[in-house]
């Protein structure tokens, strides 16, 4: 476990959000510490997709303030997030099938020398960081295409650390993969733990969660409803802040288990 620093480098305080007559978010706080994996947890339409916007700075709040290593910052549009060293991981990964990795990797930022691309530099750059990052492609020369989930995902997140992003956030990484690519998945977000890297996980996976997050933070219907502990909290405790329910399917299954009466 990397050790945590005091100051966070994200903080959110006060963070509320409208859209005409809808309060999407109302005054949510969240803290992510280097080398700390947070989960963001919440039913569909809890605010996780317009929080995470706020940070990437696509849809900037209405009010709150936004900290960065513990000083305000204004993040008005996605520039401003990157520039600080945010990289957002969306669910549609935005990767180009026909180029192969080395070209989805490097687009937008491709290596060029005399006007001409450094395609021997980029490819260099590439098995580079796939190999800090352990990430087993059969060749940085395959089109994308050709990839299973896991390896396009891996490839994407692989991707965002180009920039050295202080934090990472990603976007139901796990939602379209079976067991073997979630494992993959997984511990490329323990490696980027393991590297000091700040990562904001959103799930609907709790057995994702507990596997690799340290703290789970809920919102429900736009507000916090609580920041747990991943090692002291059990998934009961967190479902029931997700539904907003002390008594719900998963308590009263639980009840009927232990062979209570109604």
Known sequence: MVHVSATPVLALRGISKRFGAVQALTDVDLEVHAGEVVALVGDNGAGKSTLVK????????????????GRPVEVNRPHDAQDLGIATVYQDLALCDNLDVVGNLFLGREIIRAGVLDEIEMERRARELLDT???RIPSVRIPVASLSGGQRQTVAIARSMLGEPKLVILDEPTAALGVEQTAQVLDLVERLRERGHAVILISHNMADVKAVADKVAVLRLGRNNGVFDVAT?????????????????VTRRKARTAGSRP
């Open 54 to 69: 706020t940070i990437a700075g696509v849809g900037p709040a209405d009010e709150g303030v936004f900290e960065w290593e």
């Open 233 to 249: 909290t059990s998934q009961e405790e967190i479902i029931s802040a997700i539904t907003g329910a002390t008594d719900n399917a």
């Open 133 to 135: 990052l352990s990430i």
